[in-house]
């Protein structure tokens, strides 16, 4: 079973095909898009004026999941690495996952009951494969391909407010394969020995499966502007960007009925990251990001009261989690530490990515390793 057949197993037979695609495109847009631990190449060189050798720009290795200017800098050279992360989704729109808070109600023979109640373990373990290559002293091309395996399973039981009997549904859904895949490009346009300016450009690709909840269904475009700065030991940078991700979502409204999903089509977003890292020691770097998603013509829960349309005339009032659209801000924290190994060709990461805000589709704590090494 996949994971999008899973989601309709879980939401019962009540519910209409066009719900349901929309429902599981709402969860693929914030799976699919979930920020990845690869970030250009970790080793940026320059050559010496006096000794005509190569050597490092700065002593940082640079962050992991955000941008700073500095390209590889040196035509030819090669950064090869590869990531892994696991993320478990613990809440939607502040609500537990595990413990039955997803649920609608209504008032049924004088008594409060759950009409439909849900429990969800969603989770993600994701494998990238990068590669960036200096085309250019200042301009550094390469592909991030992600690896993506989705865990869907939980428990739906709904009751047929007709007949009182109750329904319940057992779900354990899996997929793995390929992800949206991202083809980048970075031009240091301003460089200076303290810091710098760059433009970068990322297109994902869908590449992904709807079936597998790991993809958005179109191109995205993301163009950003980084500066960053070397203090001595001390790195800050910041990225600022606006992904083109197309018309987002539409909730149709019917009167005296509750809002029906049409699409969870993904829509614009606008990104940013605030960071720095320091150099305590030679071989190891240590950062620090704020990374900020402002995502656009998505669809939001609130609870709220209605009708079920396909229930008909008469039907009783319903307490549930009603769609709308709106904008849903998401930002995350990352600390973690690079350091050099094998000489002075390969580094290794780790950081721990952590949720700032509960709404959409929240993560808990996510663990990232990482490995890259650059052929000079």
Do not use: C
Request: no cysteine; hydrophobic share 40%.
């Amino acid at each position: 079973m996949t994971p999008r057949q899973g989601a309709v197993a879980l939401m019962g037979g009540g519910v209409t095909g066009p719900e349901i695609d929309a429902v599981a495109a709402v969860l693929a847009q914030q799976i699919a898009t979930f920020p990845v631990g690869t970030s250009s190449g970790g080793f940026t060189l320059r050559i010496d004026r006096e000794t005509g050798v190569q050597v490092l720009k700065s002593p940082s290795f640079g962050p992991l999941f955000s941008e700073r200017a500095s390209t590889l800098g040196s035509q030819g050279m090669l950064a090869v690495g590869v990531s892994a992360q696991s993320t478990r989704f613990v809440s939607m729109e502040g609500r537990s996952l595990q413990n039955g808070d997803l649920r609608s109600r209504a008032v049924l023979g004088g008594e409060l009951v759950d009409v439909d109640r849900f429990t969800l373990n969603a989770s993600t373990q994701t494998t990238n494969l990068s590669i960036s290559y200096a085309a250019d002293d200042a301009v550094d091309v390469g592909v991030i391909i992600p690896l993506v395996r989705i865990s869907l399973n939980g428990t739906g039981t709904s009751l047929n407010v007709r007949t009182g009997r109750a329904d319940q549904r057992v779900v354990d859904a899996a997929g793995a394969g390929i992800g949206d895949v991202i083809v980048r490009g970075k031009w240091n346009f301003f460089e200076r020995r303290s810091g710098g300016l760059a433009a970068v450009t990322e297109v994902f690709l869908p590449t992904g499966s709807d079936e597998r909840l790991s993809t958005t269904g179109r191109v995205r475009v993301r163009p950003s502007l980084v500066a960053s700065a070397t203090l001595g030991t001390f790195s800050p940078h910041v990225n600022l960007g606006y992904t083109f991700g197309g018309k987002g979502s539409e909730v149709r409204q019917s009167a005296g009925y509750l809002p029906t999903i049409v699409s969870g089509a993904a829509g614009d977003e606008l990104n940013f990251a605030l960071g720095a890292d320091v150099t305590p020691i030679g071989p190891l770097t240590v950062f620090t990001d704020l990374i900020g998603r402002s995502m656009r013509s998505t669809v939001r829960f609130y609870e709220g009261q209605g009708a079920l349309e396909r229930l008909g005339a008469g039907a009783p009032p319903i307490m549930t989690f009603v769609p709308y659209v709106g904008s849903l801000n998401s930002n995350l924290g990352a600390v973690g530490a690079r350091t050099m190994i094998m000489g002075a060709n390969a580094l290794v990461s780790f950081a721990l990515l952590f949720p700032l805000t509960d709404g959409g589709l929240k993560p808990g704590l996510t663990p990232v390793v990482g490995f890259e090494y650059t052929f000079k």
